[in-house]
């Protein structure tokens, strides 16, 4: 039985290697898409995401949870102004039956901005983050060959085996920037702007799973956005997503529609979808009031949609909600230059 236990954790240890934790609502994770978004906030925010799988039957078999807490820092003088900022980052990620297996990140980050123009229309955000990731296999979840009684089946009163829990530190280390520009500073004045956005992530390349001769691969993420504004209170933003893992190279493509409700310009309501290729439909919505937003998204495999042959029971549709609050009280405007989930 302990043979059999230590070869699933192996397997867990070379699965969890080709696995990616990853959010529907890009820009709602900004910390975690890249480090450099920490500096382009303009007032402490407290952002949270829950995502979670179920398959046919009822069993949730990835949950995700994002927390992050970010402090801009500003500086201004007779000469310029200089921005920076700091956050907080927990990732989580259960995967398996009940949460078997479970990937754990607690990252702090770092950012600081240039401005490339004396106008305040081009910025060039750079990010450093670090961290540590848990690998952590839970085997009290685990049913054993002794604790099954002949007459009715498992029977949890009976002794099981005592393993001692799989449990796995390892820092991280991850870099980015973000390049955005607009038409004007003021936004009641902007027509358009564009952000382009660019990060490494396990560039150290940190222990993977159990398995001390496995290590976790650097990870590249690309992300544009565009913001065009079609009337005084619609904005169209045309998006885009790539990440490079292991020679595989996964692409997103999106569209955002923005509208203000009201002429006082304090409320926002977004819809968005995306095509992940050969795998997933996103679609999301949300709305934004003054200091807080919420929004939710919807992963549709590519099957259930495109194919008319019947979707196996275990195929997932993935629910992702997400909640954040600004702690701005003075100018309560809400800025449309990004999408904003």
């Known amino acids: ?16 290697q080709g696995q990616n934790t990853q959010f529907s609502q890009f820009f709602a994770t900004s910390a975690y898409l890249n480090p450099a978004f920490v500096g382009l906030q303009s007032s402490t925010r407290m952002d949270l995401n829950y995502k979670s799988g179920v398959n046919g039957n009822g069993h949730a078999l990835q949950e995700l949870t994002h927390a992050s807490f970010i402090h801009p820092i500003q500086k201004v003088t007779s000469f310029a102004s200089r921005s920076a900022g700091v956050g907080l980052t927990f990732v989580q990620e259960k995967s398996g039956y009940e949460g078997i297996y ?14 490339l123009d004396y106008q305040g229309t081009k910025f060039l955000s750079f990010g450093v983050q670090g961290g540590v990731i848990q690998n952590k296999l839970d085997l009290s979840e685990l049913k054993y060959g002794s604790q ?20 796995k530190f390892a820092p991280t280390f991850n870099v980015g920037a973000v390049l955005q520009t607009t038409d004007h500073k003021n936004p009641l004045l902007s027509q358009n702007s564009l952000l382009l956005g660019l990060s490494v992530h396990s ?35 045309p998006s885009g997503y790539v990440q490079y893992l292991q020679g595989s190279v996964q692409i997103n493509s999106g569209l955002y529609l923005s509208r203000y409700v009201g002429r006082n310009l304090t409320t926002i309501i977004q819809l968005g979808t995306w095509y992940r290729f050969n795998d997933s439909f996103i679609f999301l919505s949300g709305v934004k009031h003054k200091q807080w937003k919420a929004g939710i998204s919807i992963d549709l495999n590519a099957n259930t949609l495109t194919n008319s042959e019947i979707i196996p029971e275990d195929s997932r549709t993935t629910y992702e909600v997400s909640f954040s609050y600004s702690f701005q009280f003075k100018n309560v405007m809400v800025d449309v230059s990004n999408p904003l989930f």
């Open 1 to 16: 039985m302990k043979k059999l236990l230590l070869a699933i954790s192996i397997i867990w240890s070379f699965a969890a």
């Open 203 to 237: 560039i150290n390349r940190p222990a993977d799973g159990f398995n001390s001769n496995t290590n976790r691969p650097m990870q590249f993420k690309g992300i544009v956005s565009a913001r065009k504004k079609v009337s005084q209170l619609f904005f169209l933003h």
């Open 102 to 115: 479970q990937t754990t990140n607690v990252l702090l980050s770092s950012s600081y901005v240039l401005n």
């Open 148 to 167: 099954f009684n002949p007459y009715y089946g498992y029977d949890d009163s009976l002794p099981a085996e005592l393993i001692a829990e799989g449990s």
